[in-house]
């Protein structure tokens, strides 16, 4: 079979001829239709992430969707995190508590490209949130695949009113195609009070923010939050830091909340996913992303935006 191996920590992988996987004990066989490029494979493939320096070679991909006993499967793999390999390839194998049955029809590319992505923002919007029907909500990061699922997943979970804020002119008109009420762009050279102003100007009092970007954003979107308000960080491409006065999280008892999707059991996750295809299988959820043969896995490694290979 082809796959794409990532033979040196810190280089885009090479696609080579490889044996199909054996499952072993516990684990099923899946032929793979659809493995997206994402953030955390980049990070373990950089040999400097929080997991250590991966084993090579190693199969990256830790997540995937594909094809077992004729029905299409959503399934996550720990490929770069721990031994292992994942789901950039024609067969890859994963555990059976990680593979979810996909309702027939499921886009299996825009599924992939949705994923734990999307997951993750429904879960930062309806649990760690804990977003309430007809709160504001402040989306930072709107441009990506985090930031587009939750604008639309907002809506889905009750939010009253919308708001989108990204770099990208590009970015915040999909954004408004999208249904949120309001966008906000992010200008360079700007301090957090002067963003804090424009945000407040087109969102008013927040309920709650989230936030996969951490940095300057965060610290002007907290700003914005009413009394009680919560902010939901669940990355940092905009900064590792969000230097918080105190007086600010003290006069207005706000709240600043950490998710990951690895705290998820597989029962908690199998639900969310499934939540999130079902909008798209409804139609009212989508996000863009580039389809990219299994071959060219290299030349799209680093490549802006959400990539999904195919065989």
Same mark, same amino acid.
């Given at each position: 079979?082809?796959?794409?191996?990532?033979?040196?920590?810190?280089?885009?992988?090479?696609?080579?001829?490889?044996?199909?996987?054996?499952?072993?004990?516990?684990?099923?066989?899946?032929?793979?239709?659809?493995?997206?490029?994402?953030?955390?494979?980049?990070?373990?493939?950089?040999?400097?992430?929080?997991?250590?320096?991966?084993?090579?070679?190693?199969?990256?991909?830790?997540?995937?969707?594909?094809?077992?006993?004729?029905?299409?499967?959503?399934?996550?793999?720990?490929?770069?995190?721990?031994?292992?390999?994942?789901?950039?390839?024609?067969?890859?194998?994963?555990?059976?508590?990680?593979?979810?049955?996909?309702?027939?029809?499921? #886009?299996?590319?825009?599924?992939?490209?949705? @994923? +734990?992505? *999307? /997951? =993750? %923002?429904? !879960?930062? $919007?309806?649990?760690? &949130?804990?977003?309430?029907?007809?709160?504001?909500?402040?989306?930072?990061?709107?441009?990506?695949?985090?930031?587009?699922?939750?604008?639309?997943?907002?809506?889905?979970?009750?939010?009253?009113?919308?708001?989108?804020?990204?770099?990208?002119?590009?970015?915040?008109?999909?954004?408004?195609?999208?249904?949120?009420?309001?966008?906000?762009?992010?200008?360079?050279?700007?301090?957090?009070?002067?963003?804090?102003?424009?945000?407040?100007?087109?969102?008013?009092?927040? #309920?709650?923010?989230?936030?996969?970007?951490? @940095? +300057?954003? *965060? /610290? =002007? %979107?907290? !700003?914005? $939050?009413?009394?009680? &308000?919560?902010?939901?960080?669940?990355?940092?491409?905009?900064?590792?830091?969000?230097?918080?006065?105190?007086?600010?999280?003290?006069?207005?008892?706000?709240?600043?909340?950490?998710?990951?999707?690895?705290?998820?059991?597989?029962?908690?996750?199998?639900?969310?996913?499934?939540?999130?295809?079902?909008?798209?299988?409804?139609?009212?959820?989508?996000?863009?992303?580039?389809?990219?043969?299994?071959?060219?896995?290299?030349?799209?490694?680093?490549?802006?935006?959400?990539?999904?290979?195919?065989?």
């Amino acid at each position: 079979m082809r796959a794409a191996e990532i033979r040196t920590a810190g280089q885009p992988p090479v696609v080579v001829d490889r044996a199909e996987p054996v499952p072993g004990p516990g684990e099923v066989a899946v032929r793979v239709t659809a493995a997206p490029i994402t953030p955390l494979d980049l990070l373990c493939a950089s040999g400097t992430s929080y997991f250590g320096a991966p084993a090579t070679p190693y199969v990256p991909g830790v997540q995937g969707v594909g094809e077992r006993a004729g029905r299409p499967v959503w399934f996550a793999t720990a490929a770069g995190m721990q031994p292992g390999d994942g789901s950039m390839a024609e067969h890859a194998v994963a555990a059976s508590a990680d593979v979810v049955v996909l309702p027939d029809g499921a #886009d299996h590319t825009l599924v992939a490209a949705l @994923g +734990l992505s *999307a /997951v =993750a %923002a429904w !879960r930062c $919007l309806t649990g760690t &949130g804990g977003l309430a029907a007809g709160e504001t909500v402040l989306v930072l990061g709107a441009g990506g695949v985090v930031g587009q699922s939750a604008v639309q997943l907002a809506r889905v979970a009750g939010a009253g009113r919308v708001i989108a804020c990204a770099r990208s002119e590009a970015a915040l008109d999909r954004a408004r195609s999208s249904g949120a009420d309001g966008t906000v762009r992010l200008e360079d050279g700007e301090d957090a009070d002067e963003l804090a102003q424009r945000l407040s100007a087109v969102a008013g009092p927040v #309920d709650l923010v989230i936030d996969p970007v951490c @940095g +300057l954003p *965060a /610290v =002007a %979107a907290l !700003r914005t $939050l009413r009394p009680g &308000g919560r902010l939901v960080n669940l990355g940092s491409a905009a900064g590792e830091v969000c230097p918080v006065p105190s007086a600010l999280l003290r006069s207005r008892s706000l709240r600043i909340l950490g998710y990951t999707n690895n705290e998820l059991s597989a029962g908690e996750r199998r639900e969310a996913l499934l939540t999130v295809v079902d909008q798209a299988v409804r139609g009212a959820l989508t996000v863009g992303y580039e389809r990219v043969p299994l071959q060219d896995a290299a030349r799209a490694w680093r490549r802006p935006g959400r990539v999904v290979l195919v065989p």
